[in-house]
Structures are given as C-alpha cells and as structure tokens.
C-alpha cells in the first residue's frame, strides 16, 4: 500500500516502512523493517523542498507511484523503487528475484542489542565511474571495484558520500559501522547495526551542481582564514619551550614568515589534562607573547584521550562523560598508561572539555587546536564493545571526529574567537561547518604513498571536506640525510603549496631519544624526530623551498578567493579534472593531477628520479608556470620538463 503527504510517498510492505521524501535538493529515504521510522537527521540540514511532484497508483493499481524533487525522481513498482532524471535511469534497487527470494532491501536482528543489521542493493552499470567516499589506503582513484569499510581508523577516513560518472550523487546518511561495496555485479551498502535505513539522492547536469546540493544538505565549510595561509612549522615534536622558541627564531632571523608553529603531543603531564607540563613549559605567556611579535600563531595539540591519572579523570568518569564499554575492560586506548576516550557525542562532555580547553590555554590567548587521535584510535578495533551517549558504537561511531570538532568549534565561537580552524586527523559528513582541517594520518614516506595521497586528497574534496591536507614529506620513515628522502621531501613540499595549507610536520630520522628515564608521566618521557625546518635538507633544497614559499605567497588572494567558491557552493581547493571538465571522458581517468580551484592545473611529481611527466590538459589555452609559453590544446597529453625545481602547474587561460 502507498500513501502519500505533501512531500513525501509512503510504501507499506508488510512491516516494513518505506519513505521516500523530498529533503533539500534531492530525495530521502529511510526504510524499518517494523515500526516507526526515527527521526534523526543525522548529517542531513535544510529540509525545505520546492516543486514537489507526487503521482500515486491509479485506481486500478497500474501506473505505480512517483515523487520529484529539484530534477530527481524515485518511480515505486510494487516494493522496488528506481531513481530517475527525466526519463534517464540513474540506478535503482536489484529487483527482487522470487525463486531465489532476494530482496534488495534485507534486514537481520542483531542478538542481545536494539536494532538490526540492513543491507540494500542496486544495480550496477558499466562504465560508471565512482569518486569521493573519503580516504582509504588504497591507490584506486576510481571507487569502481572496490570494498569500502564504513569505519574510522588512524589514516582511513569514512565519508559515506560518492558521486556518480551517470549524473547524481549518493549519501548513505548513517553513521554505523558497515561496508561499501562496488562491484562490477552490484553495489551494496551494509550497516552492522542500526535503527534505520537512511540514504539522500540528487542529480544535476554537472557533478558541480551535484556537490553544491549535497553541501547545501549537508553544511559548508567555515573561512579558511587569511592569516594561516602561509607556511605552518611542525615536527615530532619540540621537547621544549626553549627548543620551539629557537625554531620560530630561526625563522625570523632569516626572514622567512612562519604563520603557525605547532606543539605535538605529551607537552601535557598526563593525557586529559590539557595544559602545559611547567617543567618544559615554564613559562607559556612569554613563549605565546614572543611567537605574536614574529606574526606567528600558536597551535597545541589535544588528544581526546584521557589517563586515569589526569586531573580531570574523575571528572569525566563520575558524569558519565566517558565512551564505556559493554563488557571487559573500559580503557580503549594504551599510550604511556590506561586511557579512555572522552564521549564527544555528549554535549555536556563537550562543555566540559571546552571550559579545560579555555581554561589552561584560553587565558594565553591559544585559540587553535590539533585534534589527533580523532577517529578515535583504540589499541583494537572491537567496535562491538563501545557505547556512547547516543548509542552503541556499531550504530554511532563514525561520528565521533565531526562531533570531536564541533565541541571545539561551539565552545571557541561561544568565546567569541575569530578565525577558528581545528586541525583534524579524521572526519565525517559536515565536519567542514565546524572549522575542520583535515589530514590524513601517520602515512609512511615514500613516492608511492604521495601517489595514493593525491588521489586521497582529490576524493576528499568530492566527498564534501574541502580542507584537506597530508603531512608534508610523509609522517613515519623520512631519513633526513637520505637523498631519496629529501627528492621526495621537495616533490611533496611543491604539491603542499597548491593544497589548501602548507604545513611540514613528521617523525624524521635519526631520531633523538627521551629527556627523562625515571619517570612514568610528563613532557620528558617521549622522543622526538630530527629536525625538519625548512633549512635542515641541505642548501640546494633550502632554496627551492624558498621559490615555492613565496609562490605560496603569491597565491595567497586566489587562495582566499576559491576558499570563500567552497563556503559558498561546496566545490573544494583540491578539484578532480572533471568538476572543471564534466563533459571531457579523459578528465574523469585523471588520477594524479588535479585542479586547484578553477584556474590552475597541478601535476605533482610522484617517481624518483623523474625529470619529466605527462600531463593531461583539457582542450583550452594552458599557460605553462615554467614560463615556456602557452599550449593551445584540442585535449591531449603533453609531456611537461620537471627538473628538481619546478613542479608542472598550468594556468588555464579563460577568455573574458
């Protein structure tokens, strides 16, 4: 039986409920197996629609029943319901095959938990290109073939968003643990445990207009602040005050204007105290007051990770406000002692950490915070055993950094601070509107990851999170004495300048060892890296790093103004070839070159050695950064020079 209200068609199958609603710029739809559909938006905002089309059944039963919505239309036969622009099938359900009784919606109770475990299927099509779902640690540009779990980890990212080569796009509005699965025989999305089925169709002539409606949906980013889009100095990580204040005086002597230096990890005495330890940090109102008279900002790292020794333990242990488990042990994470995660789905939590965070580096004038650990990253991944606030982790988890961000953001704005931008280490959906900088984890160092990072990068930006960055050079295995390294360093670095921030931050070797062995706690009992300044790779990379600083410098406007294209329409920094060129079948094989904004084409060089590499340049007028002229071309492929100073970058020449 179908029913319908003024925006909505209603399938009653038995027990099972089946809404199909306009919602924004596309379709909801949200499906139980028995009784009431909760109402939890999830990531989804902006529900008004206009233009609502819904046809039912005629009286007879014939004719099935249809809704239209802003150029998106769901047509129901019986139980199956395919999707539509115009007369053009976009995809739609398996159709349900009586002798083998499959359905394309299945359901499965979950023993001893509420909620059950779902699955929907849909058909698959040749040639039809996947792209966004976030970052994975894969070297597929092209999502086609691949099996996506639906699950954070430490440099793997789930944004349960994909948009489609056939002309729409697809949210999977729920943050349970699951599987993506795009099969060349069918797609297929799986949640482990959940209340619901919930997922948000659009379609539009251009993959643009499809992600400005998702973004509409879904929540923009905030500004990207002019003030940080210079060089951000990082390493792991700086023992000391002392030790941080000579870097940013190494900067300055030299020159070389530093926007952020940042301060890792363990600069705390315990995990959950957030505040400086005075035996390495005596004294940080002067070391705040010296980095502002250089025209440097200062930013702090903070884990969500709290000891039972921290100061603050008993605080959130007593209120509840810390994510339990089900059963055995209640401590998730094991660095440097027994650590829990703060339950950042709580908004008293939330406060909570907000007020320590104003707090202990408030009162300095400390406004940006590095939110690591983000996903969160327990010592293992029994997602089964962990409850939060609003629920149990299989049905709720993938939520957690966008709300980790959000505590930050609400309680910095509720200050009245400006400028706010959190460094994070994961996301989900709408995480931008919360002032997220993502990154994209502790990746090893060599030119095969830089491969797989821009591809990363460029799916990040489809998926909705226009922030995006990697740490420069890689994170985990850069020896800087090793030539390898330091190509890899300075081919990284020159892509890093068209991201949307330039930050050089990782674990290089040799390393140096811990300043203190008798203790159990505080800023001494970790190692740090070597150094990695720009001046610590020897003079000739010194000098290209400096030539590309102050191309960075010269961006800055253009920088500015694609930021305020991505608050306004949702299109990222970092845009796949065919965002620009949708009608261009070669713009959606490109891999590993990328347009930053609408006017420049970047082509970072991912092989040792290389001194030249091929470019594909859309049919238009190129003019090459070399200065080597300008290319008129029909769309074709140029082989660009790429000696170890430059990086191929062609400006795109638009008629006025």
Not at 388 to 417: C, F, I, S, W
Not at 524 to 531: D, F, K, M, R
Request: negative net charge; proline residues 5%; aromatic residues 14%.
């Amino acid at each position: 039986m179908i029913t319908c209200t003024d925006k909505a068609l209603i399938l009653k199958n038995g027990h099972e409920t089946v809404r199909v609603e306009a919602w924004g710029g596309g379709l909801r739809v949200c499906a139980v197996p028995y009784g009431n559909i909760p109402e939890e938006p999830w990531a989804l905002e902006n529900p008004a629609a206009e233009n609502v089309a819904i046809h039912l059944p005629d009286t007879d039963g014939s004719g099935g029943a249809s809704i239209e919505n802003a150029g998106v239309r769901c047509v129901i036969t019986g139980t199956h319901l395919a999707f539509f622009a115009g007369e053009r099938l976009l995809f739609e359900e398996e159709p349900f095959f009586s002798h083998a009784n499959a359905h394309a919606r299945t359901y499965s109770p979950v023993l001893g938990a509420e909620g059950f475990a779902a699955t929907v299927q849909f058909c698959a099509y040749d040639g039809e290109k996947i792209h966004g779902m976030g970052q994975y640690r894969i070297a597929k540009y092209d999502r086609k073939g691949c099996m996506l779990e639906l699950a954070h980890r430490n440099s793997q990212i789930s944004v349960p968003f994909f948009l489609s080569s056939r002309g729409y796009g697809f949210l999977w509005n729920n943050p349970a643990v699951g599987t993506a699965v795009f099969a060349e025989n069918g797609t297929q999305w799986k949640a482990e445990s959940t209340q619901k089925v919930d997922y948000w169709v659009c379609a539009a002539d251009t993959p643009a207009a499809i992600l400005e409606k998702y973004t509409a949906v879904t929540g923009r980013p905030t500004e990207l602040p002019e003030s940080l889009l210079g060089l951000w100095q990082c390493k792991l990580r700086y023992h000391t005050q002392e030790e941080l204040l000579e870097v940013a005086r190494g900067y300055h002597r030299r020159g070389i204007p530093l926007d952020v230096i940042v301060i890792d990890f363990f600069h705390w005495d315990y995990q959950g105290d957030w505040d400086f330890d005075p035996e390495y940090w005596p004294d940080p109102q002067a070391m705040v007051d010296e980095l502002k008279s250089y025209g440097t900002r200062l930013m702090v790292s903070v884990w969500p990770t709290v000891d039972e020794k921290s100061r603050n333990f008993s605080a959130y242990n007593e209120n509840g406000w810390l994510v339990s488990a089900d059963r055995g042990f209640s401590y998730a994470f094991n660095f440097m002692g027994k650590e829990h995660f703060y339950d950042a789905t709580n908004p008293d939590a939330r406060k909570f950490a907000s007020s320590v965070l104003k707090k202990n580096y408030g009162k300095y004038g400390i406004d940006m915070f590095w939110l690591d650990v983000a996903e969160p990253e327990y010592s293992f991944y029994h997602r089964d055993l962990y409850r939060y606030h609003l629920g149990p982790g299989l049905q709720v988890g993938n939520l957690y950094p966008r709300m980790l961000a959000q505590g930050v953001y609400e309680g910095l704005k509720a200050d009245g601070t400006k400028d706010i931008l959190s460094l994070v280490r994961c996301a989900w959906v709408g995480s931008p509107k919360y002032g997220a900088l993502i990154w994209s984890g502790d990746i090893d160092c060599s030119f095969g990851q830089m491969k797989k990072q821009i591809a990363n990068g460029i799916n990040m930006g489809v998926a909705g999170i226009p922030y995006w960055i990697s740490d420069t050079g890689g994170f985990e295995g850069g020896n800087i004495n090793d030539p390898v390294f330091r190509e890899l360093l300075v081919r990284w670095y020159q892509w890093a300048v068209f991201t949307p921030v330039l930050r050089m931050h990782g674990d290089r070797q040799p390393g140096r060892g811990v300043l203190v062995t008798d203790k159990d706690h505080g800023g001494g009992i970790c190692p740090s890296g070597a150094s990695n300044e720009l001046w610590s790779y020897g003079e000739e990379n010194y000098e290209i790093f400096l030539k590309y600083l102050h191309i960075r410098h010269e961006l800055k406007e253009y920088i500015k103004k694609t930021a305020k294209q991505a608050e306004t329409t949702g299109l990222p920094l970092i845009r796949a070839m065919f965002l620009e060129f949708p009608q261009d079948p070669a713009a959606w094989e490109a891999e590993d070159q990328y347009m930053f904004g609408a006017e420049y084409l970047v082509a970072p060089v991912t092989e040792y050695g290389a001194r030249s590499r091929s470019v594909y340049l859309p049919a238009g007028r190129w003019q090459a950064m070399d200065g080597s002229g300008v290319v008129e071309s029909r769309g074709e492929t140029v082989v660009a020079a790429a000696p170890i100073d430059y990086m191929p970058v062609y400006r795109r020449l638009i008629a006025e």
